[in-house]
Each structure stands twice: as C-alpha cells, then as structure tokens.
C-alpha cells in the first residue's frame, strides 16, 4: 500500500504566496509521473501543474508564471510553490503520483487534499 500525504496549505492574503509539500510512502519501487489538482466548490477537479521523473513539467494556463512544481525522487516528494495567488485559486489541492508498487504493478494514488484559501 502506498500513502500521499500533504502538507502546507491555509488562508493566505491576495498577493500572497504558499508551498505545498506531498511526500509518497510506503511499498514503492518507483513513481513516475506526479502532479498537483485541485477542486473548487461545485467545480470539477482540474489539473493545476504535473511533473515527470525526469522533471519535465506543464501546467494550468491559468498558473503559467506564477505557481512551480518540482519534486526530489530521492524524497519521494513533490512540491508546489504557489505565487501571486489570487480568490480563483482557492480550493482543496491534491497531490497525485502514478507509482510502480512492490506487489500490484503500477497504479494511481492520491492524498487526502489541502485546502488553500486566499481572502483578505
């Protein structure tokens, strides 16, 4: 079995800026790719920023320029560093990594969510 679990998010003023922290663990060969979501009341689910193993990354247009995503496999932890936030980027953030298990092949998991509110 594998867990994700996050850390890092809270109320932020407008301008303001946060790091989320997503650290994966349990009976893990590798993990491939990892990524960031989050979910606005009464919206789906999109994705904010994805990373490979190699480090090679994409993100949200609505967060080019201001939120990065980066990751330390050794760790088996990813990273989102938030800037200029804005009310459009409240929401619950979850953290998701497609990990090769010990016994079970390869699979995708998710961690519980963080909620990340910017109001002043």
């Known amino acids: 079995q594998v867990q994700l679990v996050e850390s890092g998010g809270g109320l932020v003023q407008p301008g303001g800026s946060l790091r989320l922290a997503c650290a994966a663990s349990?009976?893990?060969?590798?993990?491939?790719?990892m990524g960031w979501y989050r979910q606005a009341p009464g919206k789906q689910r999109e994705l904010v920023a994805g990373?490979?193993?190699?480090?090679?990354?994409n993100y949200a247009d609505s967060v080019k320029g201001r939120f990065t995503i980066s990751r330390d496999n050794a760790k088996n932890a990813v990273y989102l560093q938030m800037n200029s936030l804005t009310p459009e980027d409240t929401a619950v953030y979850y953290c998701?990594?497609?990990?090769?298990?010990?016994?079970?092949?390869?699979?995708?998991?998710w961690g519980q969510g963080t909620q990340v509110t910017v109001s002043s």
């Open positions: 990373i490979t193993r190699g480090g090679r990354t």
């Open positions: 998701n990594a497609d990990v090769i298990v010990l016994i079970g092949g390869r699979r995708d998991y």
């Open positions: 349990g009976s893990i060969v590798s993990i491939n790719a």
